[in-house]
């Protein structure tokens, strides 16, 4: 099982190596929209106007008490949201970059796997009994938003294991608005089915963000096993592209740079590396996608 959490950590270790920010521990229970936290070890080092950070939670720090080893915060910061902490949960202090922006960013880059401009999906399907009648199939709610249609077939009663196509120019698919709609989205075949069988409908669907930082990304946003590694590579371009941005600002540079320092526009030649490896990725996968489900274009 991969979560959003394996990913966020896994594009921190990418992103900064053995670097690491300094942490502290959750020592009581932290109820969302507090604002108060108490903390495992010397809260010292925190001042007031730092951010701190702990789950998918961002703190702004309006002080500490160093008798209660508590930190007064106003949660909520850098629109995060509010939820609760249980002891012993990891809290970053100034971090050089929060769970929670990663989460976000990590929550685009799957959604947008299953755009256009890189054309992944995950295969989903529904089953229902063939209409002798009509030939008309209602489409159900949890496909109403999918990106097309990959394959219509059947199988006779007692033969399980024996699929039998029907080619693209034999149906129509008819999507009336969506799940808001008052109208039914259905499929018309165009073609007679024997009664009795059973037909199946596969489809692209898109991938869908995740809500927590324990999801599952297999099972809540549709990833497969193998396509995991891809959000986070989308994830690293845009924080090598970010600390560009930063390092660019003339109020952050002060002097004029150095000769030992960094050369400007190191990060965005790197964030071009990761981008390459994570467009070749998308490639690989859509040619394992290609390779699963053959198209049926005509019979």
């Not at 020592?27 to 108490?38: D, F, R």
């Not at 903390?39 to 500490?64: A, K, P, Y």
Request: hydrophobic fraction near 35%.
């Amino acid at each position: 099982m991969t979560t959003m959490l394996d990913l966020v950590s896994d594009t921190r270790r990418m992103a900064f190596g053995s670097v690491h920010d300094q942490i502290n521990l959750v020592a009581q229970p932290y109820t969302a929209n507090s604002t108060s936290l108490v903390l495992d070890m010397d809260v010292s080092g925190i001042t007031q106007g730092m951010t701190i950070s702990g789950g998918l939670n961002v703190w702004f720090v309006r002080g500490i008490d160093t008798a209660s080893n508590s930190v007064n915060v106003i949660p909520g910061f850098d629109n995060s949201p509010k939820k609760d902490l249980a002891v012993n949960e990891f809290v970053y202090i100034k971090p050089k970059v929060t769970d929670w922006y990663m989460f976000e960013t990590m929550n685009q880059e799957i959604l947008r796997l299953s755009t256009p401009e890189h054309g992944l999906y995950q295969v989903a399907s529904w089953v229902a009994d063939v209409d002798p009648t009509w030939q008309t199939y209602e489409i159900p709610t949890e496909a109403l938003n999918m990106i097309s249609l990959l394959r219509v077939r059947y199988r006779m009663p007692g033969s399980p294991d024996v699929w039998y196509d029907i080619p693209e120019k034999a149906y129509r698919l008819q999507l009336n608005g969506g799940s808001e709609s008052t109208l039914t989205s259905y499929i018309r075949l165009l073609r007679n089915i024997p009664s009795g069988t059973e037909i199946q409908f596969l489809y692209k669907s898109p991938f869908y963000q995740a809500t927590e930082l324990s999801d599952n990304v297999n099972e809540v946003c549709g990833l497969s096993e193998t396509m995991v590694d891809i959000p986070t590579l989308g994830c690293l371009a845009t924080l090598l592209r970010t600390s560009e941005s930063q390092r660019a600002q003339p109020q952050q540079q002060g002097d004029a740079r150095r000769a030992n320092e960094v050369v400007a526009g190191s990060n965005l030649s790197v964030a071009a590396r990761v981008e390459k490896d994570h467009q070749m990725r998308i490639w690989e996968e859509a040619a394992r996608l290609t390779s699963r489900i053959s198209y049926i274009r005509s019979m």
